[in-house]
């Protein structure tokens, strides 16, 4: 071969690899570029999804602050509401012991003044005409045990006081009769009485043959004359019921 062709053949080799060549560079510089989108692309959509997260991160924590602060906005008013009724409760109380300072002072007098009720209240009894004396002496001891017993307060015993000046109160207007034992001519009898208010209190054997009369003047028991049994017989049966209610011949004790 001669020099001119080989020459021609090197020429035409260098041509076609230096072709080739830039071939792969371009061919290699495409990928790159390529892989670098997807990688850029990957890239943003990862940021993009970093900023929803944060976004929805950013919208919880803002309805969390708000319900913080209605949360916070609803103790405050609870809070001042409380404070509202602890004040008037203070005030409440304040009130009661002021009451029961008053209480207290009203207790101090009126103890001394229930134990001279019943002092009284006895002392009536004892002077008075013996209306079922037993039973009315035995009530004014009740008084004063109820007095001294811790377990009834003051107003339960004020209560009772003032029902036994009641109960002696109506015997004034009473018309009552009971079964008792009499103490009378050096000895005991068991005899019906009668007694009609305080105007008159009388006295009937069992048999119907004996009749006495209280004497308020002497403080005794006086016999009746035989014309007051019918009649105080007719007291002793209209008082207890067995009889219906009518006009009463008595005998009564002029005022001297």
């Known amino acids: ?17 230096a072709f080739m060549f830039g071939g792969v560079a371009q061919a290699t510089t495409l ?28 919208q919880e924590l803002l309805a969390e602050y708000r319900s913080l602060v209605e949360q916070t906005e609803n103790l405050k008013v609870y ?32 103890v001394p003044l229930m134990y001279k009720m019943i002092d009284t209240l006895e002392a009536f009894i004892k002077a008075d005409m013996p209306i079922d004396q037993a039973k009315r ?7 004063r045990d109820l007095m ?13 006081v003032l029902e036994a000046y009641q109960i002696e109160k109506d015997l004034g207007t009473a018309l009552v009769t009971y079964t008792d034992k009499l103490n009378v001519g050096g000895g005991e009898k068991t005899v019906n009485f009668v007694y009609v208010g305080r105007v008159a209190l009388l006295a009937m054997s069992l048999d119907e043959k004996e009749a006495w009369m209280w004497n308020k ?6 016999a ?3 014309e007051y049994l019918d009649s105080t017989k007719l007291a002793i049966r209209v008082a207890g019921k067995q009889s219906p209610p009518q006009l009463l011949k008595l005998p009564v004790l002029a005022a001297e």
Do not use: C, P
Request: hydrophobic share 35%; charged share 20%.
């Open 1 to 17: 071969m001669s020099n001119n062709n080989i020459r021609k053949n090197l020429i035409a080799s260098a041509i076609v690899g």
């Open 31 to 58: 990928a790159e570029v390529t892989n670098t989108g997807v990688q850029a692309a990957k890239a943003s959509a990862a940021s993009q999804e970093k900023i929803n997260n944060i976004y929805d991160q950013s």
């Open 79 to 110: 809070n001042d509401h409380v404070n509202t009724l602890v004040n008037d409760q203070n005030a409440q109380l304040a009130s009661f012991d002021k009451q029961i300072g008053t209480i207290e002072g009203t207790k101090q007098g009126i």
């Open 137 to 143: 002496l035995e009530r004014v001891q009740r008084l």
């Open 148 to 160: 001294g017993n811790a377990s009834v307060n003051t107003s339960e015993q004020y209560r009772m």
């Open 217 to 222: 003047s002497t403080n005794q028991w006086e």
């Open 224 to 226: 009746l004359g035989a």
